[in-house]
């Protein structure tokens, strides 16, 4: 049991930095580290993951340089994620994902704090290669759907704050997901991994749609004989610019280019903490002017339940 | 910054509150939430207040100073003559800060420009009414600049001219003539003038501009409440507002040599000015203190002298008689500024437009 689960665990956490993670709560051009695990739990076992994250989006950037603020500016946000997934017949399954989300603005001491249900997202995962006694490759299809079920006309002082403070983008979005990986040993606890997701965002009832986007990463993962395990992914993003009433708008969208690196310690069979990080390599972000992420962290509990 | 929320403990509260909802934290002395402007019209801009830094002390260079090569000639300044001198506010900084607090040698002013409406207004910040810097509040309405002064709080509409919120509400600065033209024109008309140095204490791309294609397309960023579409949106336009009655003139509809429109403006005699070859164009009232109306022609060629007379002297751009019997008199500001079409058109509904 323990020889099996614990592979498994680590296969499911592995998948925990997916991209499509990043577009899943609104937090505007700088989004959220990863709200979704994309687990594809087997024909009849139970996911279940609560995450925390903080994202530090205080870093300003005019195209890939750094530039001084001097407006004492801090920009972060927090969510706190908790996603269920459930292995359906054969090699399908289906994940379920809601957040909360607090946004804080702070400028020269003026503090704007928003907090709120975000969106959710559903998917549906055909998994038709697993990593098994019989093989080492992997490949899982997802398609999906964000759904604006949270708070997306939040106001301070009467006024509706701006997009990117809403918990909620207050707008549909689909979702296409594919992942793959390959065991680079017997007992499928070291293995390399890519996973790559699109989302077209549709328009809030502002007339505000946030940039459709591509997320890629290529990544590997190691667990070892002890309860540790390790995982190292690079992670690019693409995003359009916003657009509001069809206008695009300026100093939104970009490429970034981030490490993720993360670290995960099991419990016991079925149960895992993982904590992981964002660090920025690169961007090359649109326009003159955009605050974007200057770090991310992220703490995950995961359990694997179930037949 | 101040964190409220760490750890787990952070998940708790989230989910415990996420039924959604938004505070912020006033500003000292801020009086509460008397608007006067629909607040569904204020939105938030999105950088918050003061994440667009206004320019406390700002530093100036001759004109000629190689800072300024970046500068293209058709790029536009803000004009202002206050006590004796002539200075000049480049739109590629101004695009950055939109505010600046200003001190001339005896008159503190503030000057503002809105690079999402095209305006440019300067008011005085020594006399009872303003008597205060100003900061960028973050917020807009119909896309316009809304300030707020660091004394109360108060915030001010800088197409409306008066604050409309806080504990100055309705209360009007007292303006001062600016002059919007290019970069182009004004070193020819004011070669001796000092220029806002881009030593502004921020470090910014003052030679890329920070909207995409903004200045000229035909997309607005922000909602409006009214959209005029008798004329492209980004048309420049110098208008004139008295009441409820505003006319409108295209600034590249003027000749291209200085021309002088007698024109009444809800019953007041008032003079227009405009150049389309210098991209210049002003709105003074005709009538002096002494209740004479005076009769004007266009001066050709010596800019910043603009007109003439019928009593024989000549005025300059800025409204001042530089020669004749009246040399030192100023003819009195009209309610009149540069702007983009669409944002005169939302703030003064039903606008006349001149056609030449």
Redesign the interface.
């Known amino acids: 049991m323990k020889k099996t689960i614990r592979p498994f665990l680590a296969a499911l956490l592995s998948l925990s930095v997916s991209p499509a993670a990043a577009t899943t709560c609104s937090c505007a051009n700088v989004p959220l580290l990863g709200t979704m695990e994309l687990a594809t739990p087997g024909d009849g076992k139970w996911f279940l993951a609560t995450t925390y994250e903080f994202h530090d989006a205080s870093e300003l950037v005019s195209g890939s340089s750094t530039i001084p603020d001097n407006t004492g500016r801090d920009r972060t946000s927090e969510a706190f994620v908790v996603e269920v997934s459930r292995g359906l017949v054969g090699q399908l399954s289906f994940s379920a994902m809601l957040a909360a989300v607090t946004h804080q603005r702070t400028v020269g001491g003026i503090r704007d704090n928003v907090t709120g249900l975000g969106d959710a997202v559903v998917m549906l995962k055909y998994s038709p290669a697993a990593i098994s006694l019989y093989s080492r490759n992997a490949l899982s299809f997802g398609v999906g759907a964000q759904l604006p079920v949270g708070e997306d006309a939040a106001s301070s002082g009467g006024i509706v704050l701006a997009e990117d403070l809403q918990p909620s983008t207050g707008a549909f979005a689909g979702l296409l997901w594919v992942y793959a990986a390959r065991s680079l040993n017997d007992s499928g606890g070291a293995r390399v991994y890519a996973s790559a997701t699109y989302q077209n965002n549709g328009e809030n009832d502002r007339d505000y749609q946030f940039g459709h986007s591509t997320t890629a990463s290529i990544g590997a993962s190691y667990q070892t004989q002890t309860p540790w395990g390790f995982n190292l992914e690079l992670l690019y993003r693409q995003a359009e610019r916003d657009e509001r009433a069809a206008a695009e708008i300026p100093n939104t969208g970009g490429e970034w280019l981030d490490l993720v690196p993360a670290v995960q310690y099991h419990i016991n069979d079925s149960m895992a903490l993982r904590a992981s990080g964002k660090i920025p390599l690169t961007r090359n972000l649109n326009d003159q002017l955009q605050f974007t992420t200057k770090y991310a962290v992220r703490l995950t509990f995961s359990w694997v339940f179930g037949d | 910054?101040?964190?409220?929320?760490t750890?787990?403990i952070?998940?708790v509260?989230?989910?415990a509150?996420?039924?959604?909802?938004?505070?912020?934290?006033?500003?000292p002395g801020d009086p509460g939430?008397n608007?006067t402007i629909p607040?569904s019209e204020?939105?938030?801009?999105?950088?918050?207040?003061?994440?667009i830094?206004a320019i406390d002390f700002a530093e100036f260079s001759p004109i000629d100073s190689p800072e300024f090569d970046f500068l293209l000639e058709n790029d536009y300044v803000v004009g202002v003559f206050m006590d004796g001198e002539y200075r000049a506010y480049p739109h590629p900084i101004l695009n950055?800060h939109e505010i600046v607090n200003e001190e001339a040698t005896f008159t503190d002013f503030v000057l503002s420009y809105c690079p999402l409406t095209g305006t440019a207004m300067a008011w005085d910040a020594d006399d009872d009414v303003v008597n205060s810097e100003f900061g960028v509040s973050?917020?807009l309405y119909n896309s316009n600049l809304l300030l707020y002064d660091r004394e109360t709080g108060s915030h001010w509409s800088q197409m409306l001219e008066r604050a409309v919120r806080g504990s100055r509400v309705g209360e009007l600065p007292k303006r001062i003539q600016v002059i919007e033209t290019t970069w182009e024109t004004w070193k020819a008309m004011y070669p001796d003038s000092k220029v806002l140095s881009v030593e502004t204490?921020?470090?910014?791309?003052y030679f890329?501009?920070?909207?995409?294609t903004?200045r000229w397309?035909e997309?607005?960023?922000?909602?409006i409440s009214f959209d005029d579409n008798r004329m492209h949106r980004k048309r420049r336009v110098i208008g004139v507002h008295s009441g409820a009655f505003s006319k409108v003139y295209q600034i590249d509809a003027f000749p291209a040599e200085t021309t002088t429109l007698h024109e009444q403006i809800s019953g007041a005699p008032v003079v227009v000015i405009g150049n389309s070859a210098a991209n210049i164009a002003a709105i003074y009232s005709r009538e002096l203190a002494d209740g004479t109306v005076l009769q004007f022609s266009p001066v050709q060629g010596q800019l910043p002298i603009a007109m003439t007379d019928t009593e024989g002297n000549e005025w300059d751009i800025f409204g001042m008689a530089v020669s004749g019997p009246r040399a030192g008199t100023r003819l009195e500001m009209t309610n009149s500024y540069t702007a983009y079409w669409f944002a005169w058109g939302t703030f003064y509904l039903n606008a006349e437009i001149h056609y030449n």
Do not use: Q
């Open positions: 910054m101040k964190r409220t929320r750890g787990l952070v998940t509260t989230l989910f509150a996420a039924c959604g909802g938004g505070s912020s934290d006033n500003p939430a608007w607040i204020v939105r938030d801009g999105g950088p918050g207040k003061d994440g830094p950055y973050g917020l204490g921020h470090e910014r791309d890329a501009y920070p909207y995409a903004y397309d997309f607005l960023l922000f909602p």
